[in-house]
């Protein structure tokens, strides 16, 4: 192999472990997350307005790694960067 096609196939390898780890990460935060919720809600439920905006700002930002991950996985697969 020339080493074009082995740069080219460790950037691919590398832009699948960025998916994988940005995917994997971001499931167990959000099983976490949404866990902590339910038993938040179950606690105390005269603070379920509260909570649940707390929940959905912090679903939103938790939710973003994986796409910025998706994002430099793209753009280091296809050699931008």
């Known amino acids: 192999m020339d080493n ?3 740069t080219d196939a460790y950037k691919v390898l590398a832009a699948a ?6 995917s994997i990460g ?3 935060g959000l099983g976490i997350l949404g866990s902590k919720y339910i038993e938040a809600c179950a606690r105390q ?3 379920i307005p509260t909570v649940r905006s707390q929940f959905f700002l912090v679903l939103g930002l938790v939710d ?3 796409m910025i991950g998706l994002a430099f996985g793209i753009l280091y697969a296809f050699g931008v960067i």
């Open 45 to 47: 439920p005269e603070l």
């Open 17 to 22: 472990i960025i998916f994988t780890g940005s």
């Open 64 to 66: 973003a790694v994986p």
């Open 26 to 28: 971001a499931a167990l």
């Open 4 to 6: 074009q096609t082995l």
